[in-house]
T-cell receptor, first 111, second 116 residues
Framework: KQEVTQIPAALSVPEGENLVLNCSFT??????LQWFRQDPGKGLTSLLL?????REQTSGRLNASLDKSSGRSTLYIAASQPGDSATYLC??????????FGPGTRLSVLP | EAQVTQNPRYLITVTGKKLTVTCSQN?????MSWYRQDPGLGLRQIYY???????DKGDVPEGYKVSRKEKRNFPLILESPSPNQTSLYFC???????????????FGQGTRLTVV
């Protein structure tokens, strides 16, 4: 059964720093991996979608990479801002259309 | 605007009183699903639907029912809610086509349910 983990569970950085969030999955037979942002008590906002055939995707200050063979993805956030404070979730689509989510990384960017 | 809409956003109810949380999407997606999110447990899938009249259990289906009579709607039904169903619920949808499995998921804004 696919399992997804995220490290670290929580991260606090000063504004302006570059940072990396990690996501690992146990079964490399995935169709895609999606990174989401969740603000407290709110819904999930899709940030980046990486297909299984891709190595990375970029959107603004965000860059996500995928190494399917090793079961890893990273989300790189450049020049972090207080508005980036949120919980970041990764999810993999494996069998069928079902997503398996990681537990999330809670990010705090301090002004 | 492409979106998944859930209602209500917040709900407090009493044990045993049947309730329905609605979910509607305007993207003509075949696939829809329900998740619950609990502290320390993350997002867990309750039920999913591959298309109209095709539903199946996820990881935590006990105490829930769903129906998919129309493509755009996928309501979540709690026949007899209990306090352990207090949670944050999310509906999601994505496009499904034969041979195309790598589609993006869209999520609703969530429904915070409290059962007392």
């Amino acid at each position: 059964k696919q399992e997804v983990t995220q490290i670290p569970a929580a991260l606090s950085v000063p504004e302006g720093e570059n940072l990396v969030l990690n996501c690992s999955f146990t079964d490399s037979a995935i169709y895609n991996l999606q990174w989401f942002r969740q603000d407290p008590g709110k819904g999930l906002t899709s940030l980046l979608l990486i297909q299984s055939s891709q190595r990375e995707q970029t959107s603004g200050r965000l860059n996500a990479s995928l190494d399917k063979s090793s079961g890893r993805s990273t989300l790189y956030i450049a020049a972090s801002q207080p508005g980036d404070s949120a919980t970041y979730l990764c999810a993999v689509k494996a069998d069928g259309q079902n997503f398996v989510f990681g537990p999330g990384t809670r990010l705090s960017v301090l002004p | 605007e492409a979106q998944v809409t859930q209602n209500p956003r917040y709900l407090i109810t009493v044990t045993g009183k049947k309730l329905t949380v609605t979910c509607s999407q305007n993207m003509n997606h075949e696939y829809m699903s329900w998740y619950r999110q609990d502290p320390g447990l993350g997002l867990r899938q309750i039920y999913y639907s591959m298309n109209v009249e095709a539903t199946d259990k996820g990881d935590v289906p006990e105490g829930y029912k769903v129906s998919r009579k129309e493509k755009r709607n996928f309501p979540l039904i709690l026949e007899s809610p209990s306090p352990n169903q207090t949670s944050l619920y999310f509906c999601a949808s994505s496009l499904t086509r034969t041979g195309i499995m790598n589609t993006e998921a869209f999520f609703g804004q969530g429904t915070r349910l409290t059962v007392v």
